[in-house]
Nanobody, 123 residues
């Protein structure tokens, strides 16, 4: 069973940066893409970014393009989310998940969610 553990969240001022990490264990076989989602209070969980197993393709939500970068470690683990130029509207709990679907962006396509890490951006 795949287990994911997110870390790296915290409190930062607007314009600042944070780097989130998602450490995965329990993969049995096959390749997985990894994605980051976020959920603010009262809102649905929304797609942020994802990266393929090889790391050759990364794709982003329009709201974070140019500010966030997703990457994988040399051993495909962990997966990082570098967040720059943070805005108050980026405040949310950030989750990582796995998917076998190509270029997936919906919550339903992802599995094995971690417990999340809180990101708070003050204005």
């Amino acid at each position: 069973q795949v287990q994911l553990v997110e870390s790296g969240g915290g409190l930062v001022q607007a314009g600042g940066s944070l780097r989130l990490s998602c450490a995965a264990s329990g993969f049995t076989s096959g390749s997985y893409s990894m994605g980051w989602f976020r959920q603010a209070p009262g809102n649905e969980r929304e797609f942020v970014a994802a990266i393929t197993w090889s790391g050759s393709i990364a794709y982003y939500a329009d709201s974070v393009k140019g500010r966030f970068t997703i990457s994988r470690g040399d051993a495909k683990n962990p997966v990082y989310l570098q967040m720059n130029s943070l805005k108050p509207e980026d405040t949310a709990v950030y989750y990582c998940g796995t998917t076998r679907r190509t270029l997936a962006k919906t919550v339903a396509d992802f599995r094995s969610w971690g417990q999340g890490t809180q990101v708070t951006v003050s204005s």
